[in-house]
């Protein structure tokens, strides 16, 4: 067995004398977790590492009681038997207790499928609209980091992995580098982009094909929703479409712009579109393609410089770089097209 099973084997044997849900009938890992088929029903039993803070924890509970109030299809919080929101335990893990939500399959492919996805994603945002608690995390580097770090976290990564390279990789890394620099130093383009101004909410900050619950079969509830609010913060709406178009309209190396338009269109059916959140679509997406290049690099740098083994995530990090790098070109050369329509099936 090892260390990771023996730690989650350690935290169930806390939960089992922490809730009451009655003996267990079977428990089987899941990410970030495990699931538990009780007397009471089937439950998830969601494990956070030990540095996250009771503010969060707060905030995600006090999230998933305002669903239950707002009669939105989410995970219902199982609280333990004094009560409490949460528990950690003795090994100092944070762990959150909620009914599991069983829902169909998320087919992709299904444009019925994909439209009431991007519903139950609105019909969230309509939900939250009145929760008041806001929860600020770090979600990464600013704008302002990848304009002053990425070049030179880009530049000293090409510099050292020339030694574990052959022509061919050197050569496809110089392409890629090249012109993920030249994106780098456009970064202040986005600084004025107007993000400032654009709505904010509790955003779900994961979705995904593994959150959307369709059909939950909970009776007198909506039949779709969203499950997996471990992420849930207060930012920028654009964030969680930006996730859907990766969901659901991602096509080779850019977008399905029929796709693009489809999911749009859902959406605002239900929660109302602004124009300004269309425009910085493509902006967001594109620095979260900056943003993973920089953490590899950047990370490659901090463990070369302290002396750790770097050699078996050289030929990882290239690809990454290569593909991120034609993501990039497909969305500059393809920005107005991508943008007309995303706008185009919104009601004016």
């Known amino acids: 067995m090892d260390a990771r099973?023996?730690?989650?084997?350690a935290v169930l044997d806390d939960v089992a004398a922490q809730y009451d849900v009655g003996q267990w009938w079977d428990v089987q890992p899941v990410s970030g977790g495990a699931r538990i088929a009780a007397e009471a029903g089937e439950f998830l039993v969601a494990v956070s590492p030990g540095d996250r803070s009771d503010a969060s924890l707060r905030f995600e509970a006090m999230l998933l009681a305002h669903l239950e109030d707002r009669a939105y299809l989410a995970p219902r919080l199982v609280r333990t038997r004094a009560g409490r929101p949460w528990h950690r335990s003795v090994a100092g893990a944070a762990v959150l207790v909620s009914e599991w939500v069983q829902g169909?399959?998320?087919?992709?492919?299904?444009?019925?499928?994909?439209?009431?996805?991007?519903?139950?994603?609105?019909?969230?945002?309509?939900?939250?609209?009145?929760?008041?608690?806001?929860l600020r995390v770090d979600s990464g580097p600013t704008l302002f980091t990848l304009e002053q770090e990425g070049p030179a976290a880009l530049e000293a990564f090409t510099g050292v992995s020339g030694w574990y390279l052959d022509a061919d990789g050197r050569q496809r890394l110089r392409s890629a580098a090249s012109y993920l620099w030249r994106q780098y130093i456009r970064v202040p383009e986005l600084l004025t982009a107007g993000g400032a101004t654009l709505p904010r909410l509790v955003i779900h900050?994961?979705?995904?094909?593994?959150?959307?619950?369709?059909?939950?079969?909970?009776?007198?509830?909506a039949a779709d929703g969203l499950a997996g609010f471990e992420r849930a913060r207060y930012d920028v709406r654009a964030l969680d479409l930006a996730a859907a178009l990766k969901t659901f309209a991602r096509a080779g190396g850019g977008f399905d712009l029929d796709r693009c338009a489809d999911l749009m269109a859902a959406y605002d059916e239900v929660d109302r579109l602004s124009p300004g959140e269309v425009t910085a679509l493509p902006g967001i997406l594109r620095v979260e393609r900056l943003v993973r290049v920089f953490r590899l690099?950047?990370?490659?740098?901090r463990r070369?410089?302290?002396?750790?083994?770097?050699?078996?995530?050289?030929?990882?990090?290239?690809?990454?770089?290569?593909?991120?790098?034609?993501?990039?070109?497909?969305?500059?050369?393809?920005?107005?097209?991508?943008?007309?329509?995303?706008?185009?099936a919104l009601v004016r």
């Not at 099973?5 to 084997?9: G, S």
């Open 5 to 9: 099973q023996q730690a989650l084997d």
């Open 104 to 134: 169909g399959v998320v087919d992709a492919s299904l444009p019925q499928h994909r439209r009431r996805s991007v519903r139950a994603l609105a019909e969230y945002h309509a939900a939250v609209r009145s929760f008041p608690p806001r």
């Open 205 to 221: 900050g994961g979705f995904g094909r593994s959150g959307i619950v369709l059909d939950g079969g909970r009776p007198g509830w």
């Open 297 to 301: 690099t950047s990370g490659f740098v």
């Open 304 to 344: 070369f410089g302290e002396g750790e083994p770097v050699d078996d995530v050289v030929d990882e990090i290239v690809t990454v770089a290569e593909a991120e790098a034609a993501r990039l070109r497909w969305l500059e050369e393809h920005e107005p097209a991508f943008v007309e329509a995303l706008g185009s």
